[in-house]
């Protein structure tokens, strides 16, 4: 009785995850118990460790072990730019392309009135403010702004940087979308300039394959 009661919690716990559904979640457990025994002992030793060792970055918010993450303590990134995410998958993303040198601000999150998520939800203040004071020390954790040497190194140097664009990269949501037009409001009492990720015609389509609005927004932002 008690290997069953720890079976049924196993597949409570796996149904948890997006996207997956009684059967799923019991496809899964019955994997790992059957055929994985090594894999189900690791999987748990992962998801126990990274509970327990990850949280937030102190400045951006991402996930990280260290009280500021490895991104806003590199020193070569461009400290006058700062784009704002929604997750830190979408902030993987952004790095993945290769084009993005500057800083971020993850709001774990999005605004969505219907389901009760506010600005105070996602973090909207916490942004401002760091727009505010990009380099202020928080926890004595010191972070290199432009100075040489090691980021949190005892010789380290704290300095003042003006952030000079915020590039709102929200996703093409409704709730994204709102997301990112109360963020331009907010910002506009601020000497800053907003911007926002481009939409248009994918690189490889041919247009009478894609949609009309696409089409539309791709015409309205051509350069």
């Known amino acids: 009785m008690a290997d069953i009661h720890s079976l049924e919690l196993l597949v409570q716990a796996l149904r948890r995850l997006p996207g997956v559904g009684v059967k799923s979640a019991q496809r899964m457990a019955f994997h790992m118990l059957q055929h994985d025994r090594e894999g189900a ?6 998801l126990q460790h990274a509970a327990s060792h990850v949280k937030h970055c102190a400045l ?4 990280t072990e260290d009280d500021v993450c490895p991104t806003c303590r590199d020193v ?5 730019l700062l784009c704002v995410v929604e997750s830190p998958a979408d902030q993987a993303a952004m ?5 993005y040198k500057g800083l971020y601000f993850v709001l774990m999150g999005k605004l969505s009135p219907l389901d009760g998520v506010g600005p105070r939800d996602i973090g909207l203040q916490k942004l401002f ?3 505010d004071a990009l380099a202020q020390p928080l926890n004595g954790v010191a972070v290199l702004d432009g100075a040489e040497g090691e980021a949190g190194s005892p010789g ?58 696409t089409i539309a ?7």
Do not use: W
């Open 76 to 80: 070569r990134r461009d400290r006058s």
């Open 156 to 213: 380290s140097v704290m300095r003042a940087c003006d952030v000079r664009e915020v590039i709102l990269a929200t996703n093409f949501t409704a709730e994204g979308e709102t997301t990112a037009h109360v963020i331009a409001q907010a910002l506009k009492g601020r000497d800053v300039q907003v911007t926002r990720l481009a939409r248009g015609v994918p690189v490889g389509s041919e247009l009478e394959y894609v949609d009309l609005g």
């Open 129 to 131: 403010d760091r727009i």
């Open 217 to 223: 927004h791709a015409l309205v932002d051509r350069r």
């Open 41 to 46: 002992v690791q999987l748990a030793q992962a």
């Open 95 to 99: 790095e993945r392309t290769g084009a």
């Open 60 to 63: 951006c918010h991402t996930f």
